[in-house]
Each structure stands twice: as C-alpha cells, then as structure tokens.
C-alpha cells in the first residue's frame, strides 16, 4: 500500500518518476507505480486470506517482476549520491528503493511455503560451507576478466595520461563541472578512480559469493572474527548490482552494436570523436555486460548452497524402520 500511495501521489502532483538520460520522463508513469503497488496489496491480501494457491503464487511473481524493472538503476543511484553528493531525481531514486525494498518482499511471500526438507526428526540445520561448482567459478572469472579494461581506462584518465582522446586533465574538469563530491576529486588527486574501486570491490563480492571464505568474517574482523556472515550481507548487493548492471550492460551494448555498424549513431559526448565515445561504451557496456550475468549466476549459486534446512518428522515406512534401528538413528 505505501508503494502505491506513493505512485498515487507522484501521478497527482504530476511528479516525474522516469529519467531518460537527464531529461523527465512522462508523469503517468506515476499511475503505472500506484497500479503496481494495488496489484501487489490485493495479491499479498488474498494470499492472507486464502493462503498461498498456484494463481497468487503465479500473480506474486508476475508483480515482483515488475518491482524488479522499477528497481532499475538503483545501483547507479547509490554510485551518484556516493560520489557526487545528489541523485538525477529525488522521486526517481524513492521509487528505486521502494521497489527494490518490494521484490524482496514479494519474493519471500511467494516463497513462504517452499524449503528444502530432510527426512529426518530435529530442529533447523544449516548446508555446511562449499565452494560453488566449475561452471560457476568459471562465470566469475570471465566476470574479474571483463573488468581490467575498464580499471586501465579509468587509471589511465585518474593519473593524468590520455585515453581515447581525453585527457586526465579534460575528464577532472568534467567531473568538477558535474559537481563531483570532495571524495571523488580526492581520489582523483591520488591517482585513484572512484568506479574503479567500486570495479575492485564488485570483484571481492563476486568470488566472496562463490568461495567458502565468504561464508565467514576474516580474523582481523573486530567482535565478528570466525562468525558465519549472514546470507542477507552479500546477497543484498549482489541482488541489487545484478538487477541494474545485467539489464544495463547487454542493452547498452546492444547499443553499441548497432553504433558499430551504423544502425544507430553514438552521441559523442564530450570525446573528441563518436569513435571515442564508441570505444569508451564498449569498453564500459561489455564489463557491465559480463560482470552483471556473473555476478547474476553467483549469486543464484550462493542463494541454493546457503539456504537453510528444516528437519521434519518421518512419516510412513521410513519412520518405522528408523524406530527399530535406534542404533543407525544415533550414527546419523
């Protein structure tokens, strides 16, 4: 209900809720968030009403899809507000964060009756920790891969040297012209690149989700050393970055694709030449591209090897038998 209160009242007061680049997007779409948030009262309603059937377990999935495109960009809201001190729309990044805050909600409603079981009498016990499987590993390093072009780009531009036409020098005078946070244009200063650490820290994400070592705080860490990390610490970023950087990253170089062979014309921006803009996307889209999908399989690998299982009592033949071999019930 406060989500679509919200859409409501942005619909009345005409509040744009979609940003095209640095341009408003239509006000109505403030009726499409209120008629989202309607939808997803009525199903979380009925669920508590007639309980959790196929239809509003279908239902539920088909509205938190729609949370999820109304998170888009959430991400990249957190970046702005980091490093440059202000988001592109106030009412833009409310709306981000109510739907993101919405998927996570409507997932777990839709999941509430489902969880792996054992067959078994006893209390909850936990899947002990695992590295995730060849394939997944595999994803993650194409994901630490994708991200060094990217990391030289913008170290190149941080130290003062020339990329793609710009220099060091042109790209400090555009982030000050941006009104770029005194921590950027410190880290700037230093020869470091904001994004470029964030790259750093997605990259610690990504094999933290897939390697027995991130299911457990580091020795240096103050009051937590050696205690389980809870599964909602690095899933809630990696949920968040993969729901913005996946979509973006393959529809930006969608994009750059159909620039490359002069379906579609690159904006050159403040780059010299279209070429230079061109390179710069392909360079920035594909690390997007390829870190979002892996971060996206990672996360989906820790989600299955960190969820929790409920023992429940045996029930039939099988329960039988386990009361008359008490001795095999004790081995267990």
Not at 287 to 308: C, D, E, I, K, M
């Given at each position: 209900?406060?989500?679509?209160?919200?859409?409501?009242?942005?619909?009345?007061?005409?509040?744009?809720?979609?940003?095209?680049?640095?341009?408003?997007?239509?006000?109505?779409?403030?009726?499409?968030?209120?008629?989202?948030?309607?939808?997803?009262?009525?199903?979380?309603?009925?669920?508590?009403?007639?309980?959790?059937?196929?239809?509003?377990?279908?239902?539920?999935?088909?509205?938190?899809?729609?949370?999820?495109?109304?998170?888009?960009?959430?991400?990249?809201?957190?970046?702005?507000?980091?490093?440059?001190?202000?988001?592109?729309?106030?009412?833009?990044?409310?709306?981000?964060?109510?739907?993101?805050?919405?998927?996570?909600?409507?997932?777990?409603?839709?999941?509430?009756?489902?969880?792996?079981?054992?067959?078994?009498?006893?209390?909850?016990?936990?899947?002990?920790?695992?590295?995730?499987?060849?394939?997944?590993?595999?994803?993650?390093?194409?994901?630490?891969?994708?991200?060094?072009?990217?990391?030289?780009?913008?170290?190149?531009?941080?130290?003062?040297?020339?990329?793609?036409?710009?220099?060091?020098?042109?790209?400090?005078?555009?982030?000050?012209?941006?009104?770029?946070?005194?921590?950027?244009?410190?880290?700037?200063?230093?020869?470091?690149?904001?994004?470029?650490?964030?790259?750093?820290?997605?990259?610690?994400?990504?094999?933290?989700?897939?390697?027995?070592?991130?299911?457990?705080?580091?020795?240096?860490?103050?009051?937590?050393?050696?205690?389980?990390?809870?599964?909602?610490?690095?899933?809630?970023?990696?949920?968040?970055?993969?729901?913005?950087?996946?979509?973006?990253?393959?529809?930006?170089?969608?994009?750059?694709?159909?620039?490359?062979?002069?379906?579609?014309?690159?904006?050159?921006?403040?780059f010299p030449t279209a070429d230079d803009?061109?390179?710069?996307?392909?360079?920035?889209?594909?690390?997007?591209?390829?870190?979002?999908?892996?971060?996206?399989?990672?996360?989906?690998?820790?989600?299955?090897?960190?969820?929790p299982l409920t023992r429940v009592p045996?029930?039939?033949?099988?329960?039988?038998?386990?009361?008359?071999?008490?001795?095999?019930?004790?081995?267990?």
């Amino acid at each position: 209900m406060t989500f679509a209160g919200y859409g409501l009242a942005c619909a009345l007061s005409e509040t744009p809720l979609l940003y095209l680049g640095g341009d408003p997007g239509p006000a109505a779409m403030g009726w499409a968030v209120a008629a989202v948030g309607a939808l997803a009262a009525l199903a979380c309603g009925a669920v508590a009403r007639y309980g959790l059937r196929p239809m509003l377990r279908a239902l539920l999935w088909v509205v938190c899809g729609l949370a999820a495109i109304g998170a888009f960009s959430l991400l990249m809201d957190v970046i702005t507000l980091m490093f440059g001190q202000a988001v592109d729309s106030w009412a833009a990044a409310a709306t981000h964060a109510l739907s993101a805050a919405g998927v996570v909600l409507l997932a777990a409603t839709a999941r509430s009756d489902r969880g792996p079981f054992t067959a078994t009498a006893g209390g909850p016990v936990r899947v002990s920790s695992s590295a995730a499987s060849r394939p997944v590993h595999l994803a993650a390093c194409a994901g630490t891969v994708a991200f060094l072009p990217y990391v030289v780009m913008k170290l190149v531009w941080a130290s003062g040297g020339t990329f793609a036409g710009m220099t060091g020098t042109e790209m400090l005078a555009i982030s000050e012209r941006n009104g770029a946070s005194g921590i950027w244009l410190t880290l700037e200063s230093w020869g470091l690149d904001g994004t470029a650490l964030l790259a750093a820290l997605g990259v610690f994400l990504l094999w933290a989700l897939v390697r027995p070592w991130g299911r457990v705080f580091p020795r240096w860490t103050p009051f937590l050393r050696g205690r389980r990390v809870p599964r909602w610490l690095p899933l809630s970023p990696a949920l968040v970055g993969a729901a913005t950087l996946a979509p973006y990253g393959v529809l930006g170089a969608g994009y750059s694709a159909l620039a490359t062979v002069g379906v579609l014309s690159m904006p050159r921006g403040d780059f010299p030449t279209a070429d230079d803009a061109l390179l710069v996307a392909w360079i920035g889209m594909a690390a997007f591209a390829v870190y979002g999908v892996a971060l996206t399989v990672a996360a989906r690998s820790y989600w299955l090897r960190t969820r929790p299982l409920t023992r429940v009592p045996v029930t039939g033949p099988s329960a039988v038998r386990e009361r008359h071999s008490p001795g095999r019930a004790q081995s267990r």
